[in-house]
Each structure stands twice: as structure tokens, then as C-alpha cells.
């Protein structure tokens, strides 16, 4: 965390708004590695709202990526679900390589998997 904070305080000088917010979404990483998923969810929903705005694609994308790992972790498959189709179109708007890609589609057909298991079980 003082790696992230530092690197978060470092960002700030600089000025550039893009880069203070890839800080930020790397801050909240951790955050969501310590197990403080509600503080992780709610700095990668800001994060994502601003990159949105900004057309921020390429971290817009990888804040949903996240966000997503954190509901999936909170139990709420709803929520992880739209925010990996959304990291999918995200990144393939922006251009993603073939394995952030994959890595978004596989967290879909997981999530999927699992609420049709739900679904289908008596």
C-alpha cells in the first residue's frame, strides 16, 4: 500500500489526469488484494465513471476488469457479469491485446457457467 500511495502522490505532480487515474485504479488493486472489497469497489466505480467521461477506453476498461473481480469475490455474479461484457467491448474498442481479451471472455463464460448452474439446480 505505501508502494501504491507513493505512486499515487507521484502521479498527482505530474498533472496528467490519465495517469492520476491509472494510479488510482493500481491503489484500488490493492485495496481489493487486502480483502477491503467495498473501498476497491467504490474507488474502481469512480475510476471508471471519470475514464467514461474522458473517453479513457483503455482504463475504463481495465476498471470494470476489476470492479468485476470484486463483485465476483462479494458474491454478486449479476454485477461481475455486466462489468466483463463491458470490459469486453471496452477493450476491444480500444484495441486490447488477444490476452487482455481472452481474459475478459473467460471471465464471462465463467460467471455464465456459474449462474446457469444456479439457474438449472432444483
Same mark, same amino acid.
Not at 483503455?58 to 449479476?78: M, S, T
Not at 455486466?82 to 471496452?90: E, G, H, N, P, Y
Not at 473467460?106 to 448452474?117: G, M, P, R, Y
Given at each position: 500500500?505505501?508502494?501504491?500511495?507513493?505512486?499515487?502522490?507521484?502521479?498527482?505532480?505530474?498533472?496528467?489526469?490519465?495517469?492520476? /487515474?491509472? $494510479? @488510482?485504479?493500481? !491503489?484500488?488493486? %490493492?485495496?481489493?488484494? &487486502? #480483502?477491503? =472489497?467495498?473501498? *476497491?469497489?467504490?474507488?474502481?466505480?469512480?475510476?471508471?465513471?471519470?475514464?467514461?467521461?474522458?473517453?479513457?477506453?483503455?482504463?475504463? /476498461?481495465? $476498471? @470494470?476488469?476489476? !470492479?468485476?473481480? %470484486?463483485?465476483?469475490? &462479494? #458474491?454478486? =455474479?449479476?454485477? *461481475?457479469?455486466?462489468?466483463?461484457?463491458?470490459?469486453?467491448?471496452?477493450?476491444?474498442?480500444?484495441?486490447?491485446?488477444?490476452?487482455?481479451?481472452?481474459?475478459?471472455?473467460?471471465?464471462?463464460?465463467?460467471?455464465?457457467?456459474?449462474?446457469?448452474?444456479?439457474? *438449472?439446480?432444483?
Amino acid at each position: 500500500m505505501e508502494v501504491a500511495n507513493e505512486a499515487l502522490r507521484q502521479a498527482r505532480f505530474t498533472g496528467d489526469r490519465e495517469q492520476l /487515474a491509472a $494510479a @488510482r485504479l493500481r !491503489r484500488a488493486q %490493492v485495496l481489493q488484494f &487486502q #480483502g477491503k =472489497l467495498p473501498e *476497491a469497489a467504490s474507488e474502481m466505480t469512480a475510476i471508471a465513471e471519470e475514464a467514461a467521461t474522458h473517453e479513457w477506453t483503455r482504463i475504463e /476498461a481495465f $476498471a @470494470r476488469q476489476h !470492479r468485476g473481480k %470484486v463483485h465476483f469475490d &462479494q #458474491g454478486d =455474479l449479476v454485477a *461481475a457479469l455486466a462489468d466483463f461484457k463491458a470490459a469486453v467491448f471496452l477493450r476491444e474498442k480500444h484495441g486490447a491485446s488477444a490476452d487482455q481479451l481472452e481474459s475478459s471472455l473467460t471471465a464471462v463464460l465463467i460467471v455464465e457457467s456459474i449462474l446457469d448452474e444456479r439457474h *438449472a439446480a432444483p
